[in-house]
């Protein structure tokens, strides 16, 4: 039990998911004495997610790929309104996230970390205009660095007034079924269109022939709504599954927002807006985050101090590639989110698996844009629009 007098530390990570314990790993890792500081009673998934990640996520999170982690191996196919699809064959794995989280906990104290939970941060710890730790419902803990890990709606970056314009958020809301008839319990399934899931799209990720993880994301609509009316049509696999789970949340997908660091300050995760947007993924992406986030803050430390300066090397090196990325995935987003049925009919007549990635990725824009140049409707809708 770490007692209340004694809490001064190097770095405090507020927020114990991928991208909080993703940093405190790689802050104790690297000598530094780090806090976690969790208002949950627990490290586990607190919010909705499909539960999907790559196979290099887990060398980045810094752990193994164990049974008790994976649920299941899946491929993809991205279906257009009208039923064609496009089968994207690079397997991945659905995980238990409360696992993969604990995982990364255990990781983390490995190297030294200390953890809180049941935790709740009030505001940072303010002194002279500069961040100096925070204030929790348990009291005052000093820290030279405080990282925001704390989620959309995060309570450090609203206490030091960060500049977080550019958080756009999509409601989503999902059901984990159980007693399912899952059809293909090896594929899991995204559905696009507006009468679907408009300016979003809605997903079925199978644990296993019986469960599955079912969602939707929407924008300018109610993500319950069409997700009832999503179950519906795919009655002949639910009709007789029971909901174990069932919860709401909002996702960011406007890109990484425009204040990542102050002095003895970085913000990571759904707090920084570290999330591929097209597609709503942030597991892999706000872990690498959180690695790169400890190594400058390691840097900054040794070096004297972390200074706004300094932590901007984060802003430059999380850029060089997660980014540009989110950059990418963000423009394409906009395109894609004008289209209509149609148009997402037609796509699928034309995109391969390839094309698929990099869009929703943030991967080669200018290639794809090159392949629909030639068509005449495309040609303006999408692929001039890419390469400006």
């Not at 001064?8 to 790689?26: H, M, N, Q, S, W």
Request: include cysteine.
């Amino acid at each position: 039990m770490i007692k209340m007098s004694k809490l001064t530390f190097d770095v405090i990570v507020v927020g114990a998911g991928p991208a909080g314990l993703a940093a405190a790993r790689k802050a104790a890792e690297e000598g530094l004495k780090t806090l976690v500081v969790e208002r949950h009673r627990s490290i586990k998934a607190w919010k909705p997610c499909a539960e999907g990640v790559s196979k290099p996520t887990f060398k980045t999170a810094g752990i193994e790929p164990s049974e008790h982690i994976i649920d299941n191996v899946t491929k993809a196919r991205v279906y257009a309104p009208n039923g064609n699809y496009v089968e994207i064959d690079e397997e991945g794995y659905n995980i238990n996230k409360s696992s993969f989280l604990l995982a990364m906990a255990e990781r983390a104290a490995e190297e030294g970390a200390e953890i809180m939970v049941s935790t709740t941060v009030k505001s940072v710890l303010m002194e002279n205009g500069i961040v100096k730790g925070v204030v929790t419902n348990k009291g005052t803990i000093r820290g030279e660095v405080v990282v925001g890990a704390d989620g959309f709606n995060s309570t450090v970056a609203r206490s030091a007034g960060i500049n977080r314009k550019g958080l756009e958020l999509i409601p989503v809301y999902q059901y984990k079924f159980v007693n399912a008839k899952i059809k293909e319990p090896d594929i899991a399934k995204i559905f696009l269109g507006r009468k679907v899931a408009p300016l979003g799209y809605a997903w079925i990720f199978p644990k296993n022939e019986n469960m599955a993880n079912v969602g939707i994301g929407v924008r300018k609509a109610s993500p319950l709504t069409y997700l009832k009316k999503f179950i519906k049509e795919h009655r002949e696999e639910f009709k007789n599954a029971k909901i174990v789970e069932a919860d709401g949340s909002s996702v960011p997908i406007g890109g990484l927002v425009r204040e990542l660091v102050r002095d003895n300050l970085v913000l990571i995760g759904d707090a920084a807006g570290t999330v591929i947007p097209f597609t709503g993924a942030g597991i892999h992406s706000s872990i690498a985050a959180g690695v790169i986030a400890s190594k400058v803050i390691a840097e900054a430390i040794s070096s004297g101090g972390a200074s706004k300066d300094k932590l901007s090397a984060f802003i430059k090196k999380y850029g060089e590639y997660w980014g540009n990325r989110i950059r990418k995935s963000l423009k394409a987003m906009r395109i894609f989110e004008n289209l209509s049925d149609d148009d997402l009919n037609l796509l699928s007549t034309i995109l391969n698996k390839q094309d698929i990635l990099d869009l929703a990725n943030g991967f080669d824009l200018k290639r794809v844009a090159l392949k629909l140049l030639p068509h005449p409707i495309l040609s303006v809708k999408i692929a001039k629009s890419l390469l400006s």
